[in-house]
Nanobody, 119 residues
Framework: QLVESGGVAAQSGGSLRRFCTAS????????LTWFRQAPGQEREGGAG???????IYSDSARRRFTISRDNVKTTLNLEMNSLTPEDTATYYC???????????????WGQGTQVTVSS
């Protein structure tokens, strides 16, 4: 089970941190990703990290977002900086043994949380 927490609202140019805590999963063995879905749009990958700590970012997230993991605390973190209203979306954390960018390939999901960035 994945449970999300963290900030949910910011002004344009501001920062937020999102957290995802796992229970029942040996998080260190899993690939982890933050997805997001804006209204009327498909769910898309934003930032991912594999079990070795290698990271990948979407074009929109690169240089603004930082994904990290704490395998001891079984926590996935997302630091979002320089936020814009275009970052407004429902954010989801996800875990699976294999790393992929397609949402349909992920088996474990957080509950999803609305993040709003105001101008």
């Amino acid at each position: 089970q994945l449970v999300e927490s963290g900030g949910v609202a910011a002004q344009s140019g501001g920062s937020l941190r999102r957290f995802c805590t796992a229970s029942g999963l040996y998080l260190s063995r899993y690939c982890l990703t933050w997805f997001r879905q804006a209204p009327g749009q498909e769910r898309e990958g934003g930032a991912g990290i594999d079990s070795q700590g290698h990271t990948i970012y979407s074009d929109s997230a690169r240089r603004r977002f930082t994904i990290s993991r704490d395998n001891v605390k079984t926590t996935l973190n997302l630091e979002m900086n320089s936020l814009t209203p275009e970052d407004t979306a429902t954010y989801y954390c996800a875990a699976d043994r294999a790393c992929a960018w397609a949402p349909k390939l992920w088996n474990y999901w957080g509950q999803g949380t609305q993040v709003t960035v105001s101008s």
